[in-house]
């Protein structure tokens, strides 16, 4: 069953230390609004386990500051669409279409996911031991909170186009340097630190640059500088300055 929860935990803090490896990297300012944001997050959206599986304090923290950073800069309105969090144990199974393995084949039929983000007003789903995993052991640029909240971003328009809302100066230049990262992985042309899953459409691509960015920012600012500029532009952050060396 939905329910509504009355806030982080007393002892969140404790909890963002040990279970969020990036936590010593933010400043004090910082930390105040990602917990600010977080509070928001677990008071104002529903949060569920699924089949039976229970919610710890850890899992809602985790989740909660991590979805934060996204939108430390930007503003709990970008998450209006987020209606609510529903968090897996592992990997599930769930049908439908989905991208397939190869970029522009789709498939119909069960599949085993980590995330979810569906759009309006719909549920993001988490598979909690790869989200609790990530968080613990950032820099390969895989994170499934990061994933699927950004695609919430990309749909604030009503268009999952890979493209979030933006300001009409930074338009032009998004669209350029994105789409020419987006096509080189989908005709096959590693760009690490992105992951080939990318190249599966614009949407996908966004989602899997928006982890790079927060995940492994240094990695994503050396070899691809012109979409760490973009992305730093959007989100008005800069987490390869704040990463530790």
């Known amino acids: 069953m939905f329910h509504r929860r009355k806030g982080l935990p007393e002892n969140w803090d404790l909890i963002a230390a ?76 769930t049908r439908g279409q989905w991208a397939g393995p190869v970029p522009g084949t789709v498939l119909a039929e069960p599949a085993a996911l980590l995330g979810e983000a569906h759009d309006q007003r719909g549920p993001i789903l988490i598979a909690w031991d790869d989200a609790q995993r990530a968080a613990k052991h950032p820099g390969r640029g895989r994170n499934v909170v990061f994933h699927e909240f950004a695609h919430k971003l990309d749909m604030l328009d009503a268009m999952t186009d890979g493209t979030p809302p933006l300001p009409a100066d930074q338009l032009d230049r998004w669209v350029e340097v994105c789409t020419e990262a987006y096509e080189a992985l989908h005709d096959g042309e590693p760009r690490p630190p992105l992951d080939m899953y990318g190249g599966t459409n614009p949407a996908e691509f966004f989602a899997v640059a928006t982890e790079c960015f927060f995940d492994a920012p240094v990695a994503l600012e050396q070899h691809e500088a012109p979409l760490y500029e973009v992305l730093r532009d959007f989100y008005d952050q800069d987490p390869a300055a704040r990463a530790p060396a």
């Open 18 to 93: 040990d279970a969020i490896a990036l936590w010593n990297t933010f400043s004090v300012d910082e930390r105040v609004g990602l917990a600010d944001i977080a509070n928001w997050l677990v008071r104002h959206k529903h949060w569920e386990a699924a089949h039976g599986f229970e919610l710890t304090d850890e899992m809602v923290t985790t989740i909660a500051i991590e979805a934060a950073l996204l939108v430390l800069e930007l503003g709990i309105d970008y998450y209006d669409g987020v209606g609510a969090i529903i968090v897996h144990e592992s990997t599930y199974l």
